[in-house]
């Protein structure tokens, strides 16, 4: 880091807690350090030692990883001779063929566009390739904002969960893309770790200057200021738009509580007809088995895999439910009703952002399923209605989570008694 930067930072040493709006001060790191909200425990910057150069080349990595992981084929199955075998392209390019284009998209998109966009954005950034402003600015506000819409992960679980439905039925085999894929899982997930957001906006352009002074271990909102939900820079709280980085803000987001609650009840009402109404259909032999979700769930427990039909069981049907009455809940506790600890409070809103996309598992196990088991007359599958409405549902329980504006849960504390930003060493690589 350059010396200009170093000035920069001392003399802008605060910093507003994005998740609990508290204001901390942020002490010039130390190699290794990263510092995190007393408060709610949000990590606001950590200082890698090599902040660029390390998310650079675990993103060239991850690239390379996904164009092996698409070369070859990705899983062989064999039954009673006829063998069936696919890449990662033929998944979507099968559900074109069964005419759901929308699982195909949704295959692209989450799995490889979104995160191949991601990795590319981060080489740029950190690399300080010569790119004009607004562009630089635009990579980095959609970099954040698609970080959660990467489901490489749930991608690889999903297909972990069709190599046990598929053991019952015939040999299966994993093709030489496998391996490549799981790096370029490991890969992008570390990406996104080793890249701090605080250090990457200072690269991009300077901390706009704030002339009110500001005490520390209050909220934002009593004194007047705000904190930039993409740059995390401080501003005043009546200015609309960020002078870095140009996004639209607000001291607390409007409406946010009822648009949560109508994202809340369009989920409610398609998770009845997504539980109700089969998500795949299995062709054997010219005998015709439509099964929901719940069903997939009791035919995996009674082959005797216990573990992977508690897995699904509790993704795809307890994650969804439970999400929607937490989210609920958080609404009316931040309304006011219920004088619930906002610790614990905000706890549950961490969980219900991390756990909710990974009820997209059964939607991806689907997609695998129906584009490996293609064998004529012997064995087909194909998606039903059941999996788009499903995967309707757990897009609009992920929107509703993050349109809940999380600093309202804090707004009943304004006085904290201990302001101290948390330091913890030993970031790894750092
Ligand atoms: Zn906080
Ligand atoms: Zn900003």
Same mark, same amino acid.
């Given at each position: 880091?350059?010396?200009?930067?170093?000035?920069?930072?001392?003399?802008?040493?605060?910093?507003?807690?994005?998740?609990?709006?508290?204001?901390?001060?942020?002490?010039?790191?130390?190699?290794?350090?990263?510092?995190?909200?007393?408060?709610?425990?949000?990590?606001?910057?950590?200082?890698?030692?090599?902040?660029?150069?390390?998310?650079?080349?675990?993103?060239?990595?991850?690239?390379?990883?996904?164009?092996?992981?698409?070369?070859?084929?990705?899983?062989?199955?064999?039954?009673?001779?006829?063998?069936?075998?696919?890449?990662?392209?033929?998944?979507?390019?099968?559900?074109?063929?069964?005419?759901?284009?929308?699982?195909?998209?949704?295959?692209?998109?989450?799995?490889?566009?979104?995160? /191949?966009?991601?990795?590319?954005?981060? @080489? =740029?950034?950190?690399?300080?390739?010569? %790119? *004009?402003?607004?562009?630089?600015?635009? !990579?980095?506000?959609?970099?954040?904002?698609?970080?959660?819409?990467?489901?490489?992960?749930?991608?690889?679980?999903?297909?972990?969960?069709?190599?046990?439905?598929?053991?019952?039925?015939?040999?299966?085999?994993?093709?030489?893309?496998?391996?490549?894929?799981?790096?370029?899982?490991?890969?992008?997930?570390?990406?996104?770790?080793?890249?701090?957001?605080?250090?990457?906006?200072?690269?991009?352009?300077?901390?706009?200057?704030?002339?009110?002074?500001?005490?520390?271990?209050?909220?934002?909102?009593?004194?007047?200021?705000?904190?930039?939900?993409?740059?995390?820079?401080?501003?005043?709280?009546?200015?609309?738009?960020?002078?870095?980085?140009?996004?639209?803000?607000?001291?607390?987001?409007?409406?946010?509580?009822?648009?949560?609650? /109508?994202?809340?009840?369009?989920?409610? @009402? =398609?998770?009845?007809?997504?539980?109700? %109404? *089969?998500?795949?259909?299995?062709?054997? !032999?010219?005998?015709?088995?439509?099964?929901?979700?719940?069903?997939?769930?009791?035919?995996?427990?009674?082959?005797?895999?216990?573990?992977?039909?508690?897995?699904?069981?509790?993704?795809?049907?307890?994650?969804?439910?439970?999400?929607?009455?937490?989210?609920?809940?958080?609404?009316?506790?931040?309304?006011?009703?219920?004088?619930?600890?906002?610790?614990?409070?905000?706890?549950?809103?961490?969980?219900?952002?991390?756990?909710?996309?990974?009820?997209?598992?059964?939607?991806?196990?689907?997609?695998?399923?129906?584009?490996?088991?293609?064998?004529?007359?012997?064995?087909?599958?194909?998606?039903?209605?059941?999996?788009?409405?499903?995967?309707?549902?757990?897009?609009?329980?992920?929107?509703?989570?993050?349109?809940?504006?999380?600093?309202?849960?804090?707004?009943?504390?304004?006085?904290?008694?201990?302001?101290?930003?948390? %330091?913890?060493?030993?970031?790894?690589?750092?």
């Amino acid at each position: 880091m350059c010396s200009h930067n170093h000035l920069n930072e001392s003399c802008h040493n605060k910093i507003l807690c994005p998740q609990c709006d508290l204001l901390v001060a942020l002490p010039v790191l130390e190699q290794g350090t990263k510092a995190s909200c007393p408060r709610c425990h949000t990590v606001l910057s950590a200082k890698w030692k090599y902040p660029a150069n390390q998310p650079t080349a675990i993103a060239i990595s991850a690239l390379v990883m996904l164009v092996i992981a698409g070369l070859f084929p990705y899983v062989k199955m064999s039954v009673m001779g006829i063998e069936s075998q696919i890449s990662l392209l033929n998944i979507a390019h099968a559900m074109f063929d069964v005419n759901y284009a929308s699982l195909g998209w949704f295959f692209i998109l989450f799995v490889v566009a979104v995160p /191949a966009f991601c990795m590319v954005a981060i @080489i =740029l950034l950190c690399q300080k390739v010569n %790119l *004009p402003l607004w562009l630089k600015i635009n !990579l980095a506000r959609t970099l954040f904002q698609m970080k959660t819409w990467c489901m490489v992960e749930i991608f690889l679980a999903g297909v972990l969960v069709s190599f046990v439905k598929l053991m019952a039925y015939g040999d299966i085999t994993l093709g030489i893309s496998f391996v490549p894929y799981c790096f370029f899982c490991l890969l992008q997930v570390r990406a996104f770790q080793c890249l701090d957001r605080y250090w990457l906006w200072q690269q991009i352009g300077e901390i706009p200057k704030l002339e009110t002074p500001l005490q520390e271990g209050k909220s934002g909102i009593s004194q007047g200021v705000r904190s930039c939900h993409i740059c995390m820079a401080i501003l005043p709280a009546e200015r609309k738009y960020c002078p870095r980085c140009h996004a639209k803000g607000y001291v607390r987001r409007p409406n946010s509580l009822q648009n949560t609650v /109508a994202l809340l009840i369009s989920s409610l @009402i =398609l998770y009845v007809p997504a539980n109700v %109404l *089969p998500v795949m259909v299995t062709n054997t !032999l010219g005998s015709r088995l439509d099964s929901t979700i719940m069903s997939g769930v009791i035919l995996l427990w009674g082959d005797g895999s216990y573990p992977v039909a508690i897995i699904i069981f509790i993704a795809s049907i307890m994650v969804p439910s439970l999400k929607i009455l937490a989210v609920g809940w958080l609404c009316l506790d931040a309304k006011g009703y219920g004088n619930r600890d906002p610790a614990r409070m905000h706890f549950i809103y961490e969980l219900v952002e991390w756990v909710g996309r990974w009820s997209m598992i059964d939607v991806f196990v689907i997609a695998v399923l129906s584009s490996l088991v293609q064998m004529g007359r012997l064995m087909s599958v194909s998606p039903a209605i059941g999996a788009i409405l499903f995967a309707a549902v757990v897009i609009l329980t992920m929107f509703a989570a993050m349109t809940f504006d999380p600093r309202l849960t804090w707004d009943r504390c304004n006085v904290v008694s201990q302001s101290r930003i948390r %330091l913890e060493k030993g970031l790894q690589g750092g």
